[in-house]
């Protein structure tokens, strides 16, 4: 049970080395994570200026 408990401190301890250090972070992760992003972000500004324009037009149609 000791040996058990040590090993995962132990394992611990160096993952949390590794994230302080920075090591832990890939940087061909974070550029997709990024690109996926950007476009994650363009999807939703276009989705917003359609609900807008279909808004727009609702609002016309009670109007007139």
Known sequence: MAVASCTRREDFSRRAREQA???SLD???LERLG???VHLDRK???T???LLRLKDL???A???
Do not use: N, S, T, V
Request: hydrophobic share 35%; proline share 5%.
């Open 48 to 50: 917003l200026a359609m």
């Open 35 to 37: 690109r996926y992003e």
């Open 62 to 64: 009670i109007a007139g």
């Open 21 to 23: 250090f920075g090591e």
């Open 58 to 60: 609702r609002q016309g």
């Open 44 to 46: 939703l500004e276009r």
């Open 27 to 29: 940087p061909d992760k």
